[in-house]
C-alpha cells in the first residue's frame, strides 16, 4: 500500500505561509470546530481534525515552524509532539469534547474573603475571626448525591459525557465550547433517587468560622493562604484553598484588638 503524501500545513489551515500567530491560531479554531468527529457528519472527520491539529501544532510554534519552513515534511518535522489532538482541542476550547470520559478527582474551588484590617492592627500582627461559606460533602449520602435505595445512572443532559456543547462567536467567526455539565457537575451520571439533604448534588453549603494569624506588618492587597479550606473537590478530588485578603484601612485600631472567639464549623 503506497502511503499518501502529506498536505502543505499551510494549505491544511488554509492561511498563507507568512501568517501570523493569531490568524494560524483562529483557522484551526474554526476548522476544529467544522471537523470535530463527535460534531461533523464528514465520513472522513477523524483523518482531517487530526490533519488540522498536527498542522496547528507545528504551526504554532516559533521553533517547529521555522523547522518546516526550512525541511517541509522530513523527519523532526511532523507529528503531535507535546500534545495530542484532543489536548490541543481541549487546550483551545476551554474543556473536552463530548464523549470524553468525565475528568476524575476533580480540586474543590478556592475561597477568596476580604478582610478589612485597621492600620494599627496590620502593623502590629495578631489574630482574626475569619467567616465565609464554602461547599462541603453531603454527609447524608457521603457525597454520592444517591438516597436510600437508589442508584446512579447516565445523565440524561449530557449523555454521560460530562460536558454539554455551548455555541459562541469570536472575532474569527462561530465557535463551539465544551462546559462541565452543570446537571451532574461533569460526572456524566446522576441519582435515580436523589439525596434528601442535598437534593442529588453531593454536596451542601456550609457556614465557616476561623481563626486565622495575622502576621506583623501585613499590607494592603496580602493574601493568606490556608490549603484545604476552600470548597470541596469532586469525585473525591482534594478541597481548594481559603485566600483571606488583608485590606488595610487607616482607621484606628478596635478596643480588643484582633483577637476575637472562634465559633466551630460542622465537621471541622
Given at each position: ?27 484551526y479554531?474554526?476548522l ?91 502593623e ?14 453531603c ?23 460530562g ?25 456524566g ?20 468560622a ?7 506588618g ?12 476552600g ?14 485578603e ?23
Amino acid at each position: 500500500m503506497i502511503a499518501r503524501a502529506k498536505r502543505d500545513y499551510y494549505a491544511v489551515l488554509g492561511v498563507p505561509r507568512d501568517a501570523g500567530r493569531d490568524a494560524i491560531r483562529k483557522a484551526y479554531r474554526r476548522l476544529a470546530s467544522e471537523y470535530h468527529p463527535d460534531i461533523s457528519d464528514d465520513p472522513r472527520a477523524d483523518e482531517r481534525f487530526r490533519e488540522i491539529a498536527e498542522a496547528y501544532e507545528v504551526l504554532s510554534r516559533p521553533e517547529s515552524r521555522a523547522r518546516y519552513d526550512r525541511l517541509g515534511h522530513r523527519r523532526g518535522t511532523t507529528g503531535l509532539g507535546r500534545r495530542s489532538a484532543a489536548g490541543l482541542f481541549d487546550d483551545l476550547f476551554g474543556g473536552a469534547p463530548p464523549g470524553s470520559p468525565p475528568r476524575p478527582r476533580q480540586r474543590g474551588g478556592d475561597v477568596t474573603v476580604p478582610v478589612k484590617l485597621a492600620s494599627a492592627d496590620a502593623e502590629q500582627g495578631g489574630r482574626r475571626g475569619v467567616r465565609y461559606t464554602a461547599e462541603a460533602v453531603c454527609d447524608g449520602c457521603a457525597g454520592t448525591g444517591t438516597g436510600p435505595g437508589g442508584a446512579r445512572c447516565t445523565c440524561p443532559a449530557c449523555q454521560g459525557a460530562g460536558y454539554v456543547r455551548e455555541a459562541g462567536a469570536s472575532r474569527a467567526g462561530p465557535v463551539l465550547r465544551f462546559q462541565p455539565c452543570g446537571t451532574c457537575r461533569g460526572a456524566g451520571r446522576i441519582a435515580t433517587v436523589p439525596c434528601s439533604e442535598c437534593g442529588g448534588a453531593g454536596r451542601l453549603d456550609e457556614e465557616r468560622a476561623l481563626l486565622v494569624s495575622v502576621p506583623p506588618g501585613a499590607r494592603d492587597g496580602d493574601v493568606l493562604t490556608i490549603p484545604g479550606a476552600g470548597h470541596a473537590g469532586g469525585a473525591g478530588g482534594e478541597p481548594g484553598d481559603l485566600r483571606v485578603e488583608w485590606h488595610v484601612t487607616a482607621a484606628p485600631a478596635g478596643p480588643r484588638g484582633l483577637l476575637g472567639r472562634r465559633v466551630r464549623a460542622r465537621g471541622r
